[in-house]
């Protein structure tokens, strides 16, 4: 079984960057045909994709956050990380990370963590 752990600040000040990692275990973020995607949820929204890496290394986002997006990956350690930079209060939200083999279809989610844009 596949498992994904978010991990970062939850709380981060308006025009800073948010910075969060997922962890992955029981799987490879190399192994082939997967995608390993952020998705957040701001207070009573629907889910919103953020951007996804692919096996090869290369990235997808949003198009209204592209400008604002950063998603890596350190294979060594089997993490993908995303940064969002200059934040607002609008980018308040739970965020997860997740694995599919598409960008925008999942079968393993991580937990989810609180990320706050606040002064």
């Known amino acids: 079984q596949v498992l994904l752990q978010e991990s970062g600040p939850g709380l981060v000040k308006p025009s800073q960057t948010l910075s969060l990692t997922c962890t992955v275990s029981?799987?490879?973020?190399?192994?082939?045909?997967?995608?390993w995607s952020w998705i957040r949820q701001p207070p009573g929204k629907g889910l919103e994709w953020i951007g996804s890496?692919?096996?090869?290394?290369?990235?997808d986002y949003r198009p209204s956050l592209k400008s604002r997006t950063s998603i890596s990956r350190a294979t060594c350690k089997n993490q993908f990380t995303l940064q969002l930079s200059s934040v607002t209060p609008e980018d308040t939200a739970v965020y997860y990370c997740a694995r599919g083999r598409t960008t925008r279809e999942y079968d393993y989610w991580g937990q989810g963590t609180q990320v706050t844009v606040s002064s």
């Open positions: 890496i692919s096996v090869s290394g290369s990235t």
């Open positions: 029981g799987g490879s973020i190399t192994t082939n045909y997967y995608y």
